[in-house]
C-alpha cells in the first residue's frame, strides 16, 4: 500500500509539475509548433508532442482549402467521411482531447503556403465562420472531423488568395465564441515580418487577435538579419498603438532546422539570445512559434533547449521564483 500511495504521488507530482507550465495568454514562455505537414518527412502522432511541458499550443496544418471545407494533415489521417473526400480522423481526435488535459491548446491552422483559399464577401467569410464553429469548435454538425474533439481556437496563415471577409470571420466567430458555454477560444494569424503583412494587415487592423505568430524567415527582416535587420520592434509598436487588443501577444516565428525554411534559420543558442533580448525590451512578447513539429523536435536537440530557455527565463518562472522567497 505504502508503495502504491508512493507510486500516486510521483504521478501527481509529474502531472502537477507538466500543468505548471500549461499555455497562459500572459505569458512570455510558450512554445507554438504546427504539427500536420511533416516538413521533415516523417512525424509523431499529436499525442507525442504533449507528453512533457515543451510544448504550449499545436496548431494543427492545415485546414487548406475554404469554403470548400478540405483538410490535410500528411499521413497522420488518410480516412474520410463515406461518399466525401473530407477527412475524418478519430485517432487525431482522441491526440487533441489528450493534449488539452496536458495543458495544451490545439488550434486550428486555416491557410498555408498551398492551397485553394478565400473569400468573395464578407456575408460569405461570415457564414464560413458559422461553418467552422460547427465543424470544428464548440458547434454542431454531421460532419466533424475530429468528432466529439473541441479545438481551441484558429489560426489564420494567409499567404495567398484574397484579403476580403477576413475581420468579418473573426468578427462572427468571436460572436459564437461569447455564447459558447464558458470555454475560452483563441484567435490567432501568423503573418510574415515584412510590415504591414501583404495579406494579413488589414485585418490585423480591424479585427481581434489574441495572438500573432510573426514569421521572422523567409524575409529581409527575419532572425538572420538580427541585430538591425530584426524588425521585432515594429511589430511590438504595432501591438501598442493599432492593434484591436492592446493586450495582443507577438511571437518571433522560426525555423525548426536548416531544412525548415529557405533562409532565417538560427541555431538554438542564438535563438535563446534574440528572445532574451526581445524579452528586456518588450513587453508584448509572447514566446516562441517554430515550423514545424516534425523539425524543431526530431532528431536534434533545437526544440527542446528553445523551449527550456523560453521557461527558465519567463515571467511564470521569474513569479514563482518571487513567490518561493
Known amino acids: 500500500m505504502l508503495m502504491l500511495n508512493v507510486l500516486g504521488l510521483a504521478a501527481w507530482l509529474a502531472t502537477a509539475g507538466m500543468l505548471a507550465w500549461a499555455f497562459d495568454l500572459s505569458s512570455s514562455s510558450n512554445f507554438v509548433v504546427y504539427w500536420g505537414q511533416?516538413?521533415?518527412?516523417?512525424?509523431?502522432p499529436l499525442a507525442e508532442y504533449c507528453k512533457d511541458a515543451t510544448v504550449d499550443i499545436i496548431a494543427l496544418a492545415f485546414l487548406y482549402q475554404f469554403p470548400n471545407t478540405m483538410l490535410d494533415l500528411s499521413a497522420s489521417c488518410r480516412t474520410t467521411f463515406p461518399d466525401s473526400q473530407l477527412l475524418h480522423c478519430p485517432d487525431v481526435a482522441t491526440d487533441i482531447k489528450y493534449c488539452q488535459s496536458q495543458g495544451k491548446i490545439v488550434l486550428l491552422s486555416m491557410g498555408g503556403a498551398a492551397g485553394a483559399y478565400g473569400f468573395n464577401s464578407d456575408a460569405q467569410a461570415q457564414s464560413y465562420a458559422d461553418t467552422v464553429w460547427n465543424m470544428f469548435l464548440a458547434g454542431n454538425s454531421t460532419q466533424r472531423p475530429f468528432d466529439d474533439a473541441v479545438l481551441d481556437g484558429v489560426d489564420l496563415d494567409i499567404e495567398g488568395g484574397s484579403t476580403t471577409g477576413y475581420a468579418a470571420y473573426i468578427t462572427q466567430l468571436r460572436a459564437h465564441f461569447a455564447a459558447g458555454g464558458g470555454k475560452r477560444f483563441y484567435i490567432s494569424g501568423a503573418p510574415q515580418c515584412p510590415f504591414p503583412d501583404a495579406m494579413l494587415g488589414?485585418?490585423?487592423?480591424?479585427?481581434?487577435?489574441d495572438m500573432v505568430f510573426v514569421q521572422f524567415y523567409n524575409n529581409f527582416c527575419g532572425l538572420d538579419a538580427y541585430p538591425k535587420g530584426f524588425n521585432y520592434?515594429?511589430?511590438?509598436?504595432?501591438?501598442?498603438?493599432?492593434?484591436?487588443?492592446?493586450?495582443?501577444?507577438?511571437?518571433?516565428?522560426a525555423p525548426g532546422s536548416q531544412s525548415?525554411?529557405?533562409?532565417?534559420?538560427?541555431?538554438?543558442p542564438?535563438?535563446?539570445?534574440?528572445?532574451?533580448?526581445?524579452?528586456?525590451?518588450?513587453?508584448?512578447?509572447?514566446?516562441?512559434?517554430t515550423w514545424d513539429a516534425s523539425q524543431a523536435l526530431g532528431g536534434s536537440a533545437w526544440g527542446q533547449s528553445v523551449s527550456s530557455s523560453l521557461k527558465s527565463?519567463?515571467?511564470k518562472s521569474q513569479a514563482r521564483r518571487r513567490r518561493r522567497r
Open 38 to 44: 511533416s516538413s521533415a518527412g516523417s512525424q509523431k
Open 202 to 209: 488589414s485585418t490585423l487592423n480591424s479585427a481581434w487577435f
Open 233 to 253: 520592434d515594429t511589430w511590438d509598436q504595432w501591438a501598442k498603438t493599432q492593434a484591436v487588443n492592446k493586450d495582443v501577444r507577438i511571437y518571433i516565428g
Open 260 to 268: 525548415a525554411a529557405g533562409r532565417g534559420y538560427v541555431d538554438a
Open 270 to 289: 542564438t535563438l535563446n539570445t534574440i528572445v532574451g533580448d526581445a524579452r528586456s525590451k518588450y513587453t508584448s512578447l509572447g514566446g516562441v512559434m
Open 313 to 315: 527565463g519567463s515571467t
